[in-house]
């Protein structure tokens, strides 16, 4: 195989057909399940019916995320430069280390003072 070409040999067609016929299984396999379930759209497709695993949930919200600049831009920038732009994703992670440190605060004073929601909320609390 020559890896420098810039045609199609038959790997690659196999894989565009696999990812094509996938994605029209996976509509062709939703629209039967809507169609079983007679609901249509309600909170329940967007809550998924609150019976899914935190592993789940973080999936879709993860996915939900994910675009054309992340599979081509990023990539692209980490070959021109040579450093791995991604890093800039993990600053999820100290946004979920900052909520887990902030939420039992939160708790703490919807307990004490009544509701306290938002940041607004407390900042109003706090200052007036």
């Given at each position: ?120 909320d407390f900042l109003k609390y706090r200052y007036t």
């Amino acid at each position: 195989m020559n890896w420098n070409s810039h045609e199609f040999i038959w790997l690659d067609w196999t894989i565009l057909a696999v990812g094509i016929v996938a994605v029209i299984w996976a509509v062709w396999r939703s629209v039967q399940k809507d169609k079983r379930s007679q609901q249509g759209a309600s909170s329940e497709d967007y809550l998924f019916g609150k019976g899914e695993p935190w592993y789940i949930i973080g999936a879709a919200i993860f996915a939900a995320n994910i675009g054309s600049e992340h599979l081509v831009g990023l990539a692209g920038t980490g070959a021109k430069s040579g450093v791995g732009m991604a890093h800039w994703e993990m600053q999820g992670w100290m946004i979920l280390l900052l909520g887990w440190l902030f939420v039992p605060f939160y708790q703490l004073l919807n307990n004490k003072m009544g509701k306290i929601i938002t940041m607004p909320d407390f900042l109003k609390y706090r200052y007036t």
